[in-house]
């Protein structure tokens, strides 16, 4: 005799699974799902606003793990816990890849498509993203100029504004060469955070003598290939976000005032961490 074909409801029953969850938190409580699934709010009749949306929320959430993962990596270089860094700078490169990649779901958009949407944005744009500006002054490239979108909420406003006086990844790293003896110059371990940062031939002086001697210095080693990783995904974000805006909106000006396309296209020579590149050359 042959027993007969488990059905899905036996499975279920077999396997004990609670059914009834009158007194116990469920996954929806846990994850908040009512929030964010009911917090997506299209203005317009079209049905490609819920990609918009969603590309934008996603990435947003994404990028508060990024922020998460940032700041805790920045205190464990700090407090020369380089292991520790290690493992929240992959997951920070590996998030960045992740945001690289959504750029293909939201090219699914054609500009028909997304000219229904773009009236009812009126002057919203990422540009005044509080949680990008903050990652951007984390990796280091402050300008004073990109705290003004944010004057309005001055809750979001104290967020950029620590972000922007801080020290960044960057300078963290620095400072971590000339508490191991390598010769970073002063001026480059104690500073005003908020100024630009400027590359400098010293600085990369001292990482060269970290690239030309990695098994006395591994650790510093791998902390300039993780930086490396990071900058190199970051660049793809930027480059992506850039052709898909060409390729949707062409060379129209951006919702935030912008030149739109010129204005992303001279984000492309942000360099983040100058002298980790330069000093491939004089390897
Ligand atoms: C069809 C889709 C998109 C278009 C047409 C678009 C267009 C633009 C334009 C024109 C700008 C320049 C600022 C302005 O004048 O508005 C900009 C900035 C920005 N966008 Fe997008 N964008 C799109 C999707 C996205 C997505 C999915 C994200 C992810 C969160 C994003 C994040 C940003 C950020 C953070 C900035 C500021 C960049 C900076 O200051 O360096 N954008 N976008
Ligand atoms: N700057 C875009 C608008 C835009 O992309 C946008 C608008 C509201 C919320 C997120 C947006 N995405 C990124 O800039 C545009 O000029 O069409």
Excluded at 146 to 165: K, N, S
Excluded at 190 to 203: C, K, M, N
Excluded at 226 to 247: G, I, N
Aim: overall charge negative.
């Amino acid at each position: 005799m042959t027993t007969p074909d488990p059905t899905p409801e036996s499975i279920v029953h077999a396997e004990q699974a609670r059914l009834d969850y009158r007194d116990a938190m469920t996954y929806g409580d846990y994850l908040q799902l009512d929030a964010i699934l009911n917090a997506q709010k299209p203005r317009s009749p079209d049905h490609n606003e819920m990609l918009f949306i969603i590309q934008h929320q996603t990435s947003e959430l994404w990028m508060k793990l990024m922020l998460h993962e940032l700041g805790a990596a920045k205190t464990a270089i700090a407090t020369d816990r380089l292991p520790e860094a290690f493992k929240m700078l992959a997951r920070v490169s590996r998030i960045m890849e992740q945001l690289v990649h959504a750029w293909d779901v939201l090219a699914t958009m054609t500009p028909p498509e997304y000219s229904a949407i773009r009236p009812y944005l009126a002057q919203s744009s990422g540009f005044q993203s509080y949680q990008y500006r903050c990652i951007e002054f984390s990796l280091g490239n402050k300008n004073a100029a990109m705290l003004r979108p944010h004057e309005h909420r001055p809750d979001l406003l104290a967020q950029v504004q620590a972000a922007y006086e801080a020290p960044s990844l960057y300078d963290e790293s620095l400072r971590l060469l000339a508490r191991r003896g390598l010769p970073v110059p002063a001026s480059h371990c104690e500073r005003d955070w908020t100024r630009p940062y400027e590359a400098s031939d010293a600085v990369e002086a001292a990482w060269l003598q970290v690239y030309r001697d990695p098994s006395h210095h591994w650790d510093l080693y791998q902390l300039g290939e993780e930086l490396t990783d990071l900058e190199d995904a970051f660049r793809l974000w930027r480059f992506r976000h850039l052709t898909t805006v060409e390729r949707v909106i062409g060379f129209k000006r951006g919702t935030g005032g912008t030149s739109g396309v010129g204005y992303l296209r001279k984000m492309l020579d942000v360099v983040l961490f100058p002298e980790i590149w330069k000093l491939r050359t004089d390897l």
